[in-house]
């Protein structure tokens, strides 16, 4: 990151410790929910969160974060490769960039995983199940 990205090396930005690596306020947590800090773009690089995941016996996972082009895209592109089922909430999602925005959410959608709206992830979560409805044909 710090040879493509020196402007945030330079700020000290995204380091443990700093306001901007913590939860963004109203992303509050249970206490005995855990936290993964990651290092790079993807959140299953070099943390233990695929394998929390497959201890829990979670095989469905819904992602939204920013930035869409990088830490969303990356983490989805490693989810959907280990066989997660993964859905992404569109407007959970935001990037510096609104054509790279589209454009992930397009990658994403070919192959890793369904990008879904907040009102079909809400019904979804509502009904007690991760049933969205099919993609549109």
Known sequence: VGELRPDLARIHALRAGTPDADLAPG????EDEPVFDRTRFSALFGTHLEDW???????TVVVGGVTTSLAVECTVRDLG???????????????????????????????FARVVGEGDATAAW???GCDFPPPAS
């Open 81 to 111: 490769s280990r066989d997660f089922k993964v859905f992404v909430v569109r407007e959970a999602c935001g990037d510096l960039d609104d054509t790279a925005h589209a454009a992930a959410l397009a990658a994403m959608a070919s192959g």
């Open 53 to 59: 995941l497959r201890a829990a016996g979670i095989d």
């Open 126 to 128: 509502s009904g007690g």
């Open 27 to 30: 992303a509050d947590r249970d």
